[in-house]
């Protein structure tokens, strides 16, 4: 009589070596964790609830922040925005410089403002996160929004009178005073959020964490 053949899927090996296609043992060595870039103590990795309610919080605080820094927008705006000369002969009020470019100048001022307002608050998010999420990129865009509206509201408010009748009493004729503060392009609100979610993004993106590699795929067999 002859020996069994070995089967062909299961290649023979010498005894001692190492039999790759033995299962392993019970008890045996677990394999190593992969590393999601985060510190985590033993029993200490986050839940995706938690992680959720984290970043609705600091998205919260994320709105309010730039909320609160959009009255330093207005404040400068009010302060770099160009002044708008009128003047009145006692019977109607017209522009003192009719070739003027004062009355665009106030949207250009609050748009290049707002640019520089985004970039910084979108580096400022990001440096305290160190990681990017929808919520974060939503906070900064609506943050961002609400942060224009509280610097075009206030700089109107603090700037000169919209009445313009009152105010041309007030100075007499053919003296010219400064006109309103006033946003002619309502498109410029936007130039924040803009902003903010662009450097946001781009940060991420070449300073984010990375996704951890996969694990190198296993032989399936000897050739």
């Not at 870039?37 to 992680?51: F, K, L, M």
């Not at 665009?104 to 608050?121: K, W």
């Amino acid at each position: 009589m002859t020996a069994p053949l070995t089967p062909p899927h299961q290649p023979h090996h010498e005894s001692g070596e190492p039999d790759p296609w033995r299962a392993p043992q019970a008890g045996g060595r677990p394999a190593p964790p992969v590393d999601d870039g985060r510190d985590y103590e033993a029993g200490d990795a986050p839940s995706t609830g938690e992680e959720l309610r984290a970043d609705l919080r600091d998205g919260a605080l994320t709105v309010v922040a730039l909320a609160v820094l959009g009255i330093v927008l207005g404040l400068l705006w009010l302060w770099l925005a160009p002044k708008v000369q009128l003047i009145s002969n006692g019977r109607e009020i017209y522009l003192r410089d009719t070739e003027g470019e004062e009355a665009i100048g106030a949207d250009g001022t609050f748009a290049l403002l707002a640019l520089v307002f985004g970039a910084v608050s979108a580096a400022g998010v990001f440096w305290w996160r160190r990681r990017g999420g929808i919520v974060l990129v939503l906070a900064l865009a609506l943050g961002g929004l609400v942060g224009g509206l509280v610097a075009w509201r206030l700089g109107v408010w603090l700037g000169p009178t919209t009445d313009l009748v009152a105010h041309a009493k007030s100075v007499g004729p053919n003296v010219p005073f400064d006109g309103p503060l006033e946003l002619r392009a309502y498109g410029v609100l936007v130039a924040w959020p803009l902003s903010a979610m662009a450097v946001h993004l781009t940060l991420t993106g070449l300073l984010g964490p990375r996704d951890p590699a996969p694990p190198p795929a296993c032989l399936s067999g000897a050739r």
